[in-house]
Nanobody, 123 residues
Framework: VQLQASGGGLAQPGGSLRLSCAASGRIINIWTMAWYRQAPGKQRELVASISRSGGTDYADSVKGRFSISMDNAKKMMYLQMNRLKPEDTAVYYC??????????????????WGQGTLVTVSS
């Protein structure tokens, strides 16, 4: 199984970016997906999460600016980031709470991560 994040890049303050996360492999169920970020010298923090039923949660620092969505059928997750600020600069990672086949075994995991995509907000 794999989580592949994309869409990062350079944006100006006040600008927008849209991140995507593709989940692939022998997935059985995805219960929750989430975006985390890690800025240089800081700990990884939760940005936003979305459940299979569509419930969402956001860090206070991004409420009203970021929007998370998920396409269950395509096994895709998105993060629309608007009104970006320099403090949003970080590597953004996608995470899944899911079950999948590993060989003939069923694995339940919350500790699988994509490779990260760098978002830089600067003028």
């Amino acid at each position: 199984v794999q989580l592949q994040a994309s869409g990062g890049g350079l944006a100006q303050p006040g600008g927008s970016l849209r991140l995507s996360c593709a989940a692939s492999g022998r997935i059985i169920n995805i219960w929750t997906m989430a975006w985390y970020r890690q800025a240089p010298g800081k700990q990884r923090e939760l940005v936003a999460s979305i459940s299979r039923s569509g419930g969402t949660d956001y860090a206070d620092s991004v409420k009203g600016r970021f929007s998370i969505s998920m396409d269950n059928a395509k096994k895709m997750m998105y993060l629309q980031m608007n009104r970006l600020k320099p403090e949003d600069t970080a590597v953004y990672y996608c995470n899944a709470d899911w079950t999948y086949y590993e060989g003939s075994n069923i694995v339940a995991s919350k500790d699988d991560w994509g490779q990260g995509t760098l978002v830089t907000v600067s003028s």
